[in-house]
């Protein structure tokens, strides 16, 4: 197997990325089933969160062959666009994508069901930026497979950490969203460059290097706008990732023993 040492900067570098994007994520995916019964409010997010991770590496599978279609990279790199000015103008005013919703059925579903399949879709809809970003930042499928398998189980392990960085200092996840505008507009001179449009290539070292950068300008910025207390919907949440990572992490320390 060929490594360099790009290799590595870049695997450390998806799982710093997949650990910021996935906390504010599963966040998100949990207060969907605060709309549940408290009974069942851990089960339905233990079936969605593994059934999303299995899609997820499906789906990271077969992104890791589409990029090579030219097209493809234009199209991902729009998209990428597309959620970085989501994220920071598509947002209606007054609005809070983290207000806890009723628990509905769904295609037949009961509610439970229901929930845990809006999760699943839910965790594989916010893995798209996640994937896109891996398969730009290297061709090297190994690269892209161990860089996101390690972010989701780091995530995963430490999400109640996460979830407090990330909550506290908002500007990190604003950082990581600029680092997707940068892979968006990167895609896309891929692609227009293929094509014989423009020169020249955006070399591997200057597109890693900026990445770092912006990952320091971006923790910089939010340590010194200081942290933001959290609503009590979040707070709730928050809690009960934190416990489904603490069981996580007792059910791999017994392994180990």
Do not use: C
């Not at 103008?89 to 929930?115: C, I, N, V, Y």
């Not at 604003?174 to 892979?183: E, K, L, P, Q, T």
């Amino acid at each position: 197997m060929d490594i360099s040492a790009s290799d590595l900067v870049t695997v450390a570098l998806l799982v710093g990325l997949e650990g910021l994007l996935s906390a504010d994520n599963a966040l998100v995916m949990a207060i969907m089933v605060l709309g549940l019964p408290k009974s069942q409010h851990k089960q339905a997010l233990r079936y969605g969160l593994i059934g999303g991770f299995a899609f997820r590496i499906a789906a990271t599978l077969l992104a890791t062959y589409l990029i090579q279609v030219g097209w493809i990279k234009l199209v991902g790199g729009l998209y990428l666009l597309y959620l970085t000015y989501s994220h920071f103008w598509g947002h209606e005013q007054g609005s809070d994508r983290r207000a806890a919703p009723r628990a509905k059925p769904w295609l037949g579903m009961p509610p439970f069901w229901a929930t845990v399949a809006r999760v699943e879709l839910i965790n594989l809809a916010f893995s798209v930026d996640s994937i896109l970003v891996a398969v730009a930042m290297s061709p090297k499928r190994w690269v892209v497979i161990t860089g996101g398998i390690l972010g989701i189980i780091a995530m995963r392990l430490v999400v109640g950490q996460l979830l407090t960085l990330v909550q506290r200092y908002p500007g990190l996840v604003d950082g990581a969203f600029i680092i997707i505008a940068w892979v968006g507009v990167k895609l896309g001179w891929e692609y227009l460059h293929d094509a014989g449009y423009v020169y020249p290539a955006i070399p591997q070292w200057f597109s890693l290097g900026l990445i770092v950068v912006i990952f320091a300008v971006a923790y910089a910025y939010a340590r010194a706008q200081g942290p933001v207390e959290p609503s009590a919907v979040v707070e709730g949440a928050e809690h009960m990732l934190e416990e489904e990572g603490a069981a996580i992490g007792a059910t791999d320390g017994a392994v180990e023993k």
